[in-house]
């Protein structure tokens, strides 16, 4: 069962998603949060697998809210999904780096936003790859957004290529088939890399691989 908290400010999107989510197999809605701050509580009160996030509400935002998640060790297992109306908003490279594991438009077809939360709460791959690998490329190449190459220094050199292709937005399946190695091994190099270089999950991977230059945007 995915425990899910629902946090946006539309008490009719609330409950449109709470339907959706509440008709499927598989899903808790285990509470809803009309602004940041709510959603916070509540993610600290219920301990849920995922909290789905709007960015703009009133108050303390998605992207505070995101970052307090995110931040708080005792959250640790907490994922954040984020929402957004516009596939260009600034919000979305912040929520990427405060620690979301990932964003969804909010017109998305209601089948893909239920693929999208299993596959955030199963933490393996990055949602929307390739519009996720497209606004962090616009968003890595505005100055003052670039992390130090040595950070990278820890990494092997296999180590280097599967981030190359976690950055590229293939999944550990994906990944073995390209290297010819066990999805096992596979997982094994990903999990390696999350804690060498300190982050939290295949999202912060793919920021970390554009900023640090490992990855150039195209």
Do not use: W
């Not at 499927?24 to 996030?53: L, N």
């Not at 964003?103 to 393996?124: H, Q, S």
């Not at 820890?154 to 180590?159: A, D, G, M, N, P």
């Not at 596979?186 to 970390?208: C, E, F, M, P, W």
């Amino acid at each position: 069962m995915i425990r899910v908290v629902l946090a946006d400010d539309q008490a009719l999107v609330r409950a449109g998603f709470r339907l959706l989510l509440e008709t499927e197999d598989g899903f808790e809605v285990c509470a809803e949060a009309a602004d940041g701050e709510q959603a916070v509580a509540s993610a600290k009160a219920h301990r849920p697998d995922v909290v789905v996030m709007d960015i703009r509400m009133p108050g303390v935002d998605g992207l505070v809210a995101t970052r307090r998640i995110t931040g708080d060790a005792d959250l640790a297992g907490v994922r954040v999904l984020v929402l957004t109306t516009f596939d260009l908003d600034d919000y979305v490279y912040e929520a990427l780096r405060a620690g979301a594991s990932g964003f969804l438009l909010k017109d998305t077809d209601p089948v893909e936003l239920l693929r999208a939360i299993r596959v955030v709460a199963a933490g393996e791959s990055l949602l929307a790859p390739t519009v996720t690998r497209r606004l962090i490329a616009e968003f890595v190449a505005r100055p003052g957004r670039r992390v130090d190459a040595k950070a990278l220094r820890v990494l092997t050199e296999r180590e280097r290529e599967v981030l190359t292709l976690v950055a590229a937005g293939l999944s550990n399946a994906e990944i073995a088939g390209r290297l010819v190695i066990s999805p096992a091994t596979a997982r094994t190099h990903v999990s390696r890399i999350l804690g060498k270089v300190d982050a939290r999950d295949r999202a912060q991977l793919v920021v970390l691989a554009y900023e640090s230059g490992l990855v150039r945007p195209t």
